[in-house]
């Protein structure tokens, strides 16, 4: 297993979460108030879920060049280890309570969507990847 610098991570940390919620697209983004809680909510499992996945943290740094959330099986499993950490994902499941309080301005149409998109997925690195990809092009302006 991989020990990131925590340091050298937390720097990386704000362009990985800008980049990841806020520019998916040239023509679309997340609203800076939102991707800013988004960053806060993330930030304490950042390090965490970098190391349990061993993920390279630059491989999330690119995510500004490339306008989206790549489909990696890596990235998948950072997903699922940042929503087991928030509680939204307990034992394969999407907690939607959870999800609720832990995702600032998600609406009920989102959960519900979101939802049932991300169950359309059995292996769970991939359900959480789902259920991230969704809310974030759904809160896109």
């Not at 991989?2 to 940390?13: A, G, N, P």
């Amino acid at each position: 297993m991989h020990s990131y610098d925590t340091k050298k991570v937390m720097v990386l940390l704000p362009i990985i979460v800008a980049s990841t919620m806020v520019f998916i697209s040239e023509s679309k983004h997340i609203p800076p108030d939102i991707a800013e809680h988004w960053k806060q909510t993330l930030a304490p499992f950042h390090t965490i879920c970098l190391n349990e996945t061993e993920l390279n943290p630059q491989l999330l740094a690119h995510l500004l060049s490339d306008f989206e959330i790549p489909d990696e099986k890596l990235i998948h499993c950072y997903w699922k280890c940042m929503q087991e950490h928030m509680e939204i994902i307990k034992n394969g499941k999407i907690n939607i309570d959870a999800m609720y309080k832990a995702i600032y301005m998600i609406t009920p149409y989102m959960r519900t969507i979101c939802v049932e998109e991300a169950y359309k997925e059995e292996e769970l690195c991939r359900r959480s990847h789902k259920l991230a990809q969704c809310i974030i092009s759904n809160k896109m302006e």
